[in-house]
């Protein structure tokens, strides 16, 4: 089946513009996780969201916000670009199975560049 | 709050040599724990993860790894590595109870092998 599909893979963007990133999960999985992936910090959770609600958020400014739809398909929009929002973002589906322990599958992400 | 400590940040190793790349958590909690890896400019794939259980797990592409819950450590290791185990490795947990789609990630370890 298919794996979770991230669009676009790469985009440049300057600082000030916005940024909306898609991410389709695998076929079944109502759990959308976002990571952003940078050099010096690592992957830092974003946020996750489960039957279009938010249920957990990371230590990221308010320009950064998602949303799921009824399809589990998932957008985060990144506002306001900084050139420290330049990173790979990540997103990565579930099956959410209880007390967590279900495996997370990540799409290939979305290179980001601001300039 | 949780955090993953991966105490190597480049493991250089000839190839056919045995690895060991460590990984260390701080909360004493019941914890899951996962190794993931990530190949150049790819998303990130699950070696092997611990739930409970025997506390030594195996994984794909013959690695695997040991749960010690005293130690509060998950160190992946290999027998003998080969050219194509050359990725970025990171280790995750999450809390029993937390939501899956949190996982909190370590820095990573970039395995090198070398001919």
């Known amino acids: 089946k298919a794996g979770v599909t991230q669009t676009p893979r790469y985009l440049i963007k300057t600082r000030g513009q916005q940024v909306t990133l898609s991410c389709s999960p695998i076929?079944?999985?109502?759990?959308v996780s976002w990571y952003q992936q940078t050099p010096g910090q690592g992957l830092q959770f974003l946020f996750e969201y489960f039957s279009e609600t938010q249920r957990n958020k990371g230590n990221f400014p308010g320009r950064f916000s998602g949303r799921q739809f009824s399809n589990s398909r998932s957008e985060m929009n990144v506002s306001t670009l900084e050139l420290g929002d330049s990173a790979l973002y990540l997103c990565a589906s579930s099956l959410a199975l209880a007390g967590g322990a279900g495996e997370l599958f990540f799409g290939e992400g979305s290179r980001l560049t601001v300039l | 709050a949780q955090s993953v400590t991966q105490l190597d940040s480049q493991v250089p190793v000839f190839e056919e040599a045995p690895v060991e790349l460590r990984c260390n958590y701080s909360?004493?909690?019941?914890?899951?724990l996962f190794w993931y890896v990530q190949y150049p400019n790819q998303g990130l794939q699950l070696l092997l993860k611990?739930?409970?259980?025997?506390?030594l797990v195996k994984g794909i592409n013959g690695f695997e790894a040991e749960f010690n819950k005293s130690q509060t450590s998950f160190h992946l290791r290999k027998p003998s590595v080969h050219i194509s185990d050359t990725a970025e490795y990171f280790c995750a947990v999450i809390n029993y109870g937390g939501s899956q789609g949190n996982l909190i990630f370590g820095k990573g370890t970039k395995l090198s092998v070398k001919p």
């Open positions: 909360s004493s909690v019941s914890v899951y």
């Open positions: 076929s079944g999985h109502r759990s």
């Open positions: 611990y739930l409970s259980g025997s506390t």
